[in-house]
Every structure is written in structure tokens, then in C-alpha cells.
């Protein structure tokens, strides 16, 4: 795999957040005016997820692993599905909106993995697939649940729905990729 490099300034960061704060309120009917950024960047077609957070706990995660439009549009409209549609959570009330901490993952290419040995705690998250099931789990997560390798690869298969190990499988599919996380 080779690595992904991706530079953001602080101020393209920045924009970023805040276009994600912009269309949460959007969503709750309270918008200001929208932020603008140029930026050849955030026009570059590239996946995100939008990880919300209150008091430390997960309030929504959502994202879209291969751009299929600018940076920007793509982190637009994961901040309103993280927060009005995540299956896991009720939708974000407006009272909660200016509790959440915003993170964004600007995702890398999606590659098949050749070796699980060759994943590394922090560096890769992993999408795994069999059949009609499928799971993700961004790089952060293995640090976050101190997890290790396997642990990381078993619980990607719990989250497609899969058994624990299934990754061992013959006909299980693993892909890696890399992120910016800010």
C-alpha cells in the first residue's frame, strides 16, 4: 500500500468543521450563513466520515469511504447523516448541537489488503466483506479500544455482521486504507 498523503492547512480544517456545524443546523432549521473556503483541496473527490461525539461518547458516525464529489459536498452531507441518520442514535435535538464535538476523516484509497500481518494498529482502518455482509471500522478505533491486529480484524467482522475470525475465511474480502483525521 502506498501511503496517503494529504495536506490540510489549518484554516481548510478549520472550514471544514464548520461547514460540518453549518449543516447539522441546517438540519435543525437554524442556519447562519454558509462558510466558503477555496480551496482546489476540498474540491478534490475524496470520501469522509463525520464522527460526532457528546461528553466523549460517541453521537454519530457516518461517511462515505470513496469520493463520489468534492471533499467539501462529501463532508457536508455526512455531518447531516451522522447527526439526522445514523441508525444507532435518535437524530441530534437542537439542544445537544453546540455539545458535539466534530471530527473528520478524510478517507485514502480503498485496496485490497495482501497480508493481515501487514496491518498496523493506528495506521490502517479496515473494511471486510463476504457475501452480502460488510463492516468498517476507521484507524482510530483499534487505538481507542486498545485493540490488536486480531482483535482489530475480529471486530470489523462483528460490525458487517460477521462472526468473530470470519476474516480467516476463504472468500472474505479485507481491504485497508489509510486517513486524515482531524
Not at 24 to 41: F, H, N, Q
Request: aromatic share 8%; proline share 7%.
Amino acid at each position: 500500500m502506498r501511503e496517503f498523503h494529504l495536506t490540510l492547512t489549518d484554516e481548510e480544517k478549520r472550514f471544514c468543521k464548520e461547514l460540518a456545524r453549518y449543516a447539522i443546523a441546517c438540519g435543525l432549521g437554524r442556519a447562519g450563513e454558509k462558510p466558503v473556503c477555496e480551496s482546489d483541496t476540498l474540491r478534490a473527490e475524496l470520501g469522509a466520515f463525520v464522527t460526532l461525539k457528546k461528553g466523549g461518547q460517541l453521537r454519530g458516525c457516518m461517511g462515505n469511504v470513496t469520493g463520489d464529489g468534492p471533499l467539501a459536498g462529501t463532508i457536508e452531507r455526512m455531518a447531516r447523516v451522522s447527526a439526522f441518520e445514523d441508525p444507532r442514535f435518535p437524530p441530534v435535538s437542537a439542544g445537544e448541537a453546540g455539545e458535539l464535538d466534530v471530527e473528520i476523516s478524510v478517507m485514502g484509497p480503498l485496496t485490497p489488503c495482501p497480508d493481515p500481518e501487514l496491518i498496523e494498529i493506528g495506521r490502517h482502518g479496515l473494511y471486510i466483506r463476504k457475501s452480502i455482509h460488510a463492516g468498517l471500522l476507521l484507524p482510530k478505533v483499534a487505538v481507542e479500544q486498545g485493540w490488536d491486529r486480531e482483535t482489530f480484524l475480529d471486530q470489523t467482522c462483528v460490525k458487517a455482521g460477521l462472526p468473530k475470525g470470519s476474516w480467516r475465511k476463504p472468500k472474505t474480502e479485507i481491504w485497508w486504507f489509510e486517513a486524515v483525521i482531524f
